[in-house]
C-alpha cells in the first residue's frame, strides 16, 4: 500500500505569514491528491483537488503544487480563521483506496 | 444548499452492533459515489467504506473488512454504515462525505471512478466501551 507522510506535524505562525506544508508518497501517485482543513468539531472541507485546483468558493491565498511523490501546500498571507489541521488525501482506484496523511496543525502565534 | 446530517452515534459495548446514517440533502446523492471516514480520538482521519452511486460496488478499509457494512437507500437519500463486532479501537468520530467521483457505461457493464471527498457531514460519535 502507498503511504502518505507530511511534514511538519505542527507549526506555529503569524497572521500574515506564508505557511508551507510538504506531503510526499512513498511511490509515484501523478496527481491524485487531495489536501482538507479541518477544524475541531466541524467538517472537514475540501481545499484542493487533484494536487494543484483550488476547489470553488475556497480564498486564493490557499494553493498546491507538486506531481509525483512530492507536494507542496502553501498558505499565503495566513489569517486567523486559518488555524486548524490540514491533512492531504492520495486516491487510488485500483483498487479504490484512500489515504490520508498525518495531518498538520497550524497555530497562529 | 448541499447537505449531509449523520446520526446514530452513541455509547456500544464491545462485540454489539450499531448502524450509523447519514441524510442528504441539496443535491442528489443517487448520481453521487459516499464514504465513510472516522477519527479516532487524538488521531487523524481514517477512510473507512466507500459505495459507488448505485450501491453494486463497495470497497473496505482492511480494519473494518467483514465487520462493517456500507449500504445506501437512493429513494430515501441516506447512506449507511452497519457496524458488527465491534472494538474499542471502533471508538471515534464517524463522518459521511461525498465523492467528486463519476463513472461511465461501456458495453452494459458500469466503471466506476473515485475521486476523493468534495463535502462532509457534521459526524456523529461511536463509542465503544464496557
Known amino acids: 500500500d502507498i503511504q502518505m507522510t507530511q511534514s511538519p506535524s505542527s507549526l506555529s505562525a503569524s497572521v500574515g505569514d506564508t505557511v508551507t506544508i510538504t506531503c510526499q508518497a512513498s511511490q509515484d501517485i501523478r496527481n491524485d491528491l487531495n489536501w482538507f482543513q479541518h477544524e475541531p468539531g466541524k467538517a472537514p472541507k475540501l481545499l484542493i483537488y487533484?494536487?494543484?485546483n483550488l476547489e470553488p468558493g475556497v480564498p486564493s491565498r490557499f494553493s498546491g503544487s507538486g506531481s509525483g511523490t512530492d507536494f507542496t501546500f502553501t498558505i499565503s498571507t495566513l489569517q486567523p480563521e486559518d488555524a486548524a489541521t490540514y491533512y492531504c488525501q492520495h486516491y487510488n482506484n485500483l483498487p479504490p483506496l484512500f489515504t490520508f496523511g498525518p495531518g498538520t496543525r497550524v497555530d497562529i502565534k | 444548499q448541499v447537505q449531509l446530517v449523520e446520526s446514530g452515534g452513541g455509547v456500544v459495548q464491545p462485540g454489539r452492533s450499531l448502524r450509523l446514517s447519514c441524510a442528504a440533502s441539496g443535491f442528489t446523492l443517487s448520481t453521487s459515489p459516499m464514504h465513510w471516514v472516522r477519527q479516532a480520538p487524538g488521531k487523524g482521519l481514517e477512510w473507512v467504506a466507500v459505495?459507488?452511486?448505485?450501491?453494486?460496488?463497495?470497497h473496505y478499509a482492511d480494519s473494518v473488512k467483514g465487520r462493517f457494512t456500507i449500504s445506501r437507500d437512493n429513494s430515501k437519500n441516506t447512506l449507511y454504515l452497519q457496524m458488527n463486532s465491534l472494538r474499542p479501537d471502533d471508538t471515534a468520530v464517524f463522518y459521511c462525505?461525498?465523492?467528486?467521483?463519476?463513472?461511465?457505461?461501456?458495453?452494459?457493464?458500469?466503471?466506476?471512478?473515485?475521486?476523493?471527498?468534495?463535502?462532509w457531514g457534521q459526524g456523529t460519535t461511536v463509542t465503544v466501551s464496557s
Open positions: 487533484d494536487a494543484s
Open positions: 462525505a461525498r465523492d467528486r467521483g463519476t463513472h461511465f457505461n461501456y458495453y452494459g457493464s458500469y466503471t466506476y471512478l473515485y475521486y476523493g471527498m468534495d463535502v
Open positions: 459505495i459507488s452511486f448505485d450501491g453494486n460496488n463497495e
